[in-house]
């Protein structure tokens, strides 16, 4: 898995480079009350993503990508396949000490930050279609902060902040997210300076 940038930053599913590991093929869900709030607009989340990365980066400090998604999805032939056409929805690149899986805990916004309790990159997405028909909206977060309220079979978040478009954004998530476990592959740790060589979303 590694194909998503215009709907969600390195949300990913590569057939190419990597085997996918999903521990849900069948994809996730949330509760009804999972939301953001983006401007004046508010949308409700229904699906996420969790991929482990490991200590991509740097020794010690763990990789986890999370993205949530405003459609329903699952997991077909390696790929990400929405139930809407039209997606909104967040990403994050979170940056942990815990190897297993996200700590519980505050994650505050530091770009290009690879620190543990930070996430160095992240991402808002308005409306983008995942058959091509429109190109919706791209923003990254600028500002902000992450709370894991609860961890493992089901996951609680609550974040807000602020993104490059000037408009703020909150909202909450709770439900389970469809895993990936990259952590075992087989490359060298990326260096702590470089960008990441994630490959993202096709158009």
Known sequence: MKNLKQLFLLVTISVMSFSCGSDDDGGSGSSSDSYFIYGDTEFQLKSGVIENYG???????????????????SVVDDELVFDDNLVS??????????????????????????????????????????????????????????????????????????????????????????????SSENRPVVEANTKSKKVKFRK
């Open 89 to 182: 929805g967040l990403y994050f690149e979170l940056f942990t000490e815990a190897e297993g899986d996200l700590e519980t805990g505050t994650y505050s916004f530091e770009s290009g930050s690879y620190d543990a309790n930070t996430f160095g990159d992240g991402a808002l997405y308005i409306n983008i279609s995942q058959d091509g028909s429109a190109d919706g909206e791209s923003y990254d977060i600028t500002s902000g902060s992450l709370t894991v309220l609860d961890n493992g079979s089901t996951y609680e978040f609550e974040f807000s902040g602020a993104a490059s478009s000037g408009e703020t954004f909150s909202g909450y998530f709770r439900g389970t997210l469809s895993a990936f476990d990259y």
């Open 55 to 73: 200590d991509y980066y740097v020794d010690g400090v763990y990789n986890f990508d999370i993205s949530l998604f405003s459609s329903e999805m």
